[in-house]
């Protein structure tokens, strides 16, 4: 690895990360995996994929690295309930619930109703958690995020001790969990003898943010390429800042540039939630060739981006590439009618 332009060490960046408030859940290292066979159909490049899927803890996924730092802070803070929310089938609203049951806390989720609001996949998991499941018409993003705080308010009123896990706070304490998860890479890669020289990911916060982060701070040639899920107008803010607010927490003398964010809105398709060809074709692609599962929402359309790429010669055979497997899987229960058309 080159360490030339290096802000810190590896052992430091952790020791700074370790520093934050913290809850010891989930199972890492996560896997770095070969995908040969996958490398091989696709006609190269090397491709390995980082398993945030086995994180453990209601079968795994990113959050579950984010949420030791913001249910960390929760508890840190005195807190006894969780509020979260985001759409019907949320990866991150199920690794939440679960998350508090683990530890003993109460969770209030207030999901935004849309196309999926089937009880299965990720809604039906939160159900089995026990915690308070309520379907709103409020749309994802500032309008829901009211709601949350104003249930907040009300637990408050009740004589809870809610934390809301909302961005922008959020969306910073993610940038920590993935400049930890960039560090977890570094080692990876010099123990497998390898140099990645882009790693991939559905990402259009926080999770990408991290990347960028700890790749800069490690002084890493590995390059991060976003694919977003979904639009949002002010992404690119959002990424900086997140990354940025990670820096200062992590009191590194970091600063991103939005002209270091590689980010696509190219595969989202009609809307987030919304399955593509594209997208449909790369998750069988990857359950045949290596037995791994994509989510629909993310790491599906994320994964056609990669292709695309490939076949348009973006990236060349001779290069090496980490693809950030982020979960999700259980919403592919929500999807079981599109997945076995065989129109599609």
């Given at each position: 690895?080159?360490?030339?332009?290096?802000?810190?060490?590896?052992?430091d960046l952790?020791?700074?990360?370790?520093?934050?408030p913290?809850?010891?859940?989930?199972?890492?290292?996560?896997?770095?995996?070969?995908?040969?066979?996958?490398?091989?159909a696709?006609?190269?490049p090397?491709i390995?994929?980082?398993?945030?899927?086995?994180?453990?803890?209601?079968?795994?996924?990113?959050?579950?690295?984010?949420?030791?730092?913001t249910?960390?802070?929760?508890?840190?803070?005195?807190?006894?309930?969780?509020?979260?929310?985001?759409?019907?089938?949320?990866?991150?609203?199920?690794?939440?619930?679960a998350?508090?049951?683990?530890?003993?806390?109460?969770?209030?989720?207030r999901?935004?109703?849309?196309?999926?609001?089937?009880?299965?996949?990720?809604?039906?998991?939160?159900?089995?958690?026990?915690?308070?499941?309520?379907?709103?018409?409020?749309?994802?993003?500032p309008?829901?995020?009211?709601?949350?705080?104003?249930?907040?308010d009300?637990?408050?009123?009740?004589?809870?001790?809610?934390?809301?896990?909302?961005?922008?706070r959020?969306?910073a304490?993610?940038?920590?969990?993935?400049?930890?998860?960039?560090?977890?890479?570094h080692?990876?890669q010099?123990e497998m003898?390898?140099?990645a020289?882009?790693?991939?990911?559905?990402?259009?916060g926080?999770?990408?943010?991290g990347?960028?982060l700890?790749?800069?701070?490690l002084?890493?040639?590995?390059?991060?390429?976003?694919v977003?899920?979904?639009?949002w107008?002010?992404?690119?803010?959002r990424?900086?800042?997140?990354?940025?607010?990670?820096?200062?927490?992590?009191?590194?003398?970091?600063?991103?540039?939005?002209n270091?964010i590689?980010?696509?809105?190219?595969?989202?398709?009609?809307?987030?939630?919304?399955?593509?060809?594209?997208?449909?074709?790369?998750?069988?692609?990857?359950?045949?060739m290596?037995?791994?599962?994509?989510?629909?929402?993310?790491?599906?359309?994320?994964?056609?981006?990669?292709?695309?790429?490939?076949?348009?010669?973006?990236?060349?055979s001779?290069?090496?590439v980490?693809?950030?497997?982020?979960?999700?899987?259980p919403?592919?229960?929500?999807?079981?009618q599109?997945?076995?058309d065989?129109?599609?």
């Amino acid at each position: 690895m080159n360490q030339e332009n290096s802000i810190v060490t590896r052992l430091d960046l952790c020791r700074r990360i370790e520093s934050l408030p913290r809850v010891n859940i989930g199972h890492y290292p996560t896997p770095l995996e070969p995908c040969p066979r996958l490398s091989k159909a696709l006609g190269g490049p090397k491709i390995y994929i980082k398993r945030e899927d086995c994180s453990g803890v209601a079968f795994g996924g990113n959050k579950i690295r984010q949420l030791i730092f913001t249910i960390g802070e929760a508890m840190y803070q005195g807190a006894d309930t969780i509020v979260h929310g985001a759409t019907a089938q949320s990866n991150h609203c199920r690794q939440a619930a679960a998350v508090a049951a683990q530890l003993g806390l109460k969770c209030y989720l207030r999901l935004s109703r849309n196309h999926k609001s089937l009880v299965q996949g990720n809604l039906l998991l939160d159900h089995l958690t026990g915690a308070n499941v309520e379907l709103v018409d409020a749309p994802f993003g500032p309008e829901l995020d009211v709601v949350k705080y104003a249930v907040a308010d009300q637990l408050r009123a009740d004589g809870l001790r809610p934390y809301v896990i909302a961005a922008p706070r959020s969306t910073a304490l993610a940038a920590v969990a993935f400049s930890w998860c960039m560090a977890e890479i570094h080692q990876q890669q010099q123990e497998m003898g390898i140099e990645a020289d882009l790693i991939y990911a559905g990402s259009a916060g926080g999770t990408q943010a991290g990347l960028i982060l700890g790749s800069k701070a490690l002084g890493m040639k590995l390059q991060s390429v976003g694919v977003s899920p979904i639009y949002w107008e002010d992404k690119i803010d959002r990424i900086q800042q997140a990354a940025n607010s990670a820096a200062e927490l992590l009191k590194l003398d970091i600063q991103i540039d939005g002209n270091e964010i590689n980010n696509t809105d190219a595969y989202i398709g009609q809307a987030y939630g919304v399955l593509t060809p594209e997208c449909i074709q790369a998750l069988k692609i990857v359950a045949q060739m290596e037995g791994v599962f994509l989510d629909p929402v993310y790491t599906s359309k994320a994964f056609a981006g990669l292709i695309d790429h490939i076949r348009k010669g973006q990236i060349s055979s001779d290069q090496t590439v980490i693809f950030l497997h982020t979960g999700g899987t259980p919403a592919l229960f929500a999807y079981n009618q599109e997945l076995t058309d065989v129109s599609i």
